[in-house]
């Protein structure tokens, strides 16, 4: 298994325009989450999905901040328009609902705003 | 929601020694607590996991202990090695929904 796939791995953008990141969980997953990491708060949960139903978005830190997942094999979160301080590293990650607990990180995009 | 705390954050060791991470929680309605290893650059990767229904949990120089009167748990890491070398993070979550993830321990493995 390729495990989560997340693109880019890397973006630098400018102040206001619009960033979307893009995450294929593992097969099979019926769970899939998006975290956002940065040195100030830590790993913090976005936006959770199950069966490509969002569940929770309460993480989400505002109205810029969206995320979809069309299908069970495709996600993508946006930010429109991007600030400075949305600059972190958004991890895509899945979970199986019936095999236990354990979820599994992509490999991270790593957003810079300039 | 679940209140997740971790310490030291920071902590350095002498290669052979042992090291421990202390979490605590605050919903005691969490039942699944897992710890991840992130080396630099790198994804969060599960290294071990505990479930409410068990007190302690080893697998090789790893090992993890639950205490749910307490609400904490902790992980052990014996015999330390360079490539243990990384910031560990635990979590804590009801049947692994919404994992709320401690601020992490970095651990220096000194030669």
């Known amino acids: 298994d390729a495990g989560v796939i997340q693109s880019p791995r890397h973006e630098v953008t400018e102040m206001g325009q619009e960033v979307t990141l893009r995450c294929k969980p593992i097969?099979?997953?019926?769970?899939l989450f998006w975290y956002r990491q940065t040195m100030m708060r830590g790993l913090e949960l976005l936006i959770y999905?199950?069966?490509?139903?969002?569940?929770?978005d309460s993480g989400m830190p505002e109205d810029r901040f969206s995320a979809k997942m069309p299908n069970a094999s495709f996600s993508t979160l946006k930010i429109q328009p991007s600030e400075p301080r949305d600059s972190a590293v958004y991890f895509c990650?899945?979970?199986?609902?019936?095999?236990?607990?354990?979820?599994?990180f992509g490999e991270g995009s790593w957003l810079t705003v300039v | 929601g679940e209140n997740v705390e971790q310490h030291p954050s920071t902590l350095s060791v002498q290669e052979g020694d042992s090291a421990v991470i202390k979490c605590t929680y605050s919903?005691?309605?969490?039942?699944?607590f897992p710890w991840y290893k992130q080396e630099l650059g790198k994804r969060p990767q599960l290294i071990i996991d505990i479930r409410s229904n068990v007190g302690e949990k080893k697998d090789q120089r790893i090992a993890v202990t639950l205490n749910k009167t307490a609400k904490h748990f902790s992980l052990h890491i014996t015999e330390t090695q360079p490539e243990d070398s990384a910031v560990y993070f635990c979590?804590?979550?009801?049947?692994?929904?919404?994992?709320?993830f401690g601020a992490g321990t970095t651990v220096t493995v000194r030669a």
């Open positions: 097969s099979g997953h019926d769970y």
């Open positions: 999905f199950n069966n490509n139903v969002p569940i929770d």
């Open positions: 919903d005691s309605a969490s039942n699944y």
């Open positions: 979590a804590a979550a009801v049947s692994g929904y919404k994992l709320s």
């Open positions: 990650a899945s979970r199986r609902g019936d095999s236990g607990n354990t979820i599994y």
